[in-house]
């Protein structure tokens, strides 16, 4: 079976500093991955070869088997900024990813509200951004990528300017999200909790120049827990990925 994703020996250079250095993973259809690494271990540089904001220096990055060779609508990207345009309403926003494909201006606005009321916000439709709290923003950030139905998103640290109670709202939202569109999902993040409460694998960046150290499964067993993140398990899980992290911190200071 072919990879939804697929980095083959890949290898990113800015002059003479290394930010990747031949890193191989392969990404099945419909997996959630988080990516994890010390600061400048190049975990955006990996997202923006797969957004294709960027060209690997050697080495392959493919989609679905083939060669990605700039950005395209079969991935969606949200960035820690919620980049929403402050003149138009959460809806418009929403729209925005659907003008100039083949939806008339009412299903547009159809589908925007579908996605708006998949995020949890419907009744928010007419709102501007300025009106909306942070993590509302935030999800019509991800209602705007998911409307037009990419199979991949991509995920650069979207909650990380959240406060912890909004964070951990929307961390169960997205799995929700995931669990119910089938999406591959990567997902950078700083919080090894973050991490391990949303992937079914965790990847691990070396200090740089980034290479990949490890991809560790999570298997949190059940989860309808209501204080999952106490379980032996998620303990177990966020313990072995600090020490590798850790690992990583201290070789880099
Ligand atoms: N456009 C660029 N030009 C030059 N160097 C760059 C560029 N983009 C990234 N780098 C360098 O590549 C390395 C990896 O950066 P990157 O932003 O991918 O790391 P990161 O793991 O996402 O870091 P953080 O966790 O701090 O966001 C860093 O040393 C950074 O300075």
Do not use: C
């Amino acid at each position: 079976m072919t990879a939804k994703i697929s980095l083959r020996s890949v290898t990113k250079t800015f002059d003479t500093l290394t930010a990747l250095d031949d890193v191989s993973l392969d990404i099945e259809d419909g997996t959630f991955l988080s990516l994890v690494g010390p600061s400048g271990s190049g975990k955006s540089t990996l997202l923006d070869l797969l957004g294709g904001l960027a060209k690997p220096t050697s080495g392959e990055v493919l989609i679905d088997g083939k060669p990605v060779t700039g950005p395209g609508l079969d991935r969606g990207v949200v960035f820690q900024q919620y980049a929403l345009f402050p003149w138009r309403t959460a809806r418009a926003n929403v729209e925005f990813g659907l003008e100039g494909g083949t939806l008339t201006k009412r299903q547009r606005a159809e589908r925007a509200r579908e996605f708006l009321d998949l995020v949890g916000l419907s009744g928010f439709e007419e709102h501007l951004p300025h009106q909306l709290s942070g993590g509302m923003k935030q999800r019509v950030a991800i209602a705007r990528s998911l409307a037009y139905d990419p199979d991949v998103l991509l995920m650069d640290e979207p909650y990380a300017a959240l406060d912890s109670q909004t964070r951990e709202l929307l961390q169960e939202e997205l799995r929700r999200i995931w669990q119910r569109t089938g999406k591959t999902i990567v997902f950078i993040t700083h919080s090894i909790e973050e991490a391990v409460y949303l992937g079914q694998k965790v990847a691990v960046l070396t200090s740089r120049p980034g290479r990949l150290k490890d991809v560790v499964d999570i298997d949190l067993g059940d989860r309808s827990n209501d204080d999952l993140r106490s379980a032996p398990a998620f303990v177990a899980h966020r313990h072995r990925l600090w020490e590798l992290l850790h690992d990583e911190i201290r070789r880099a200071a």
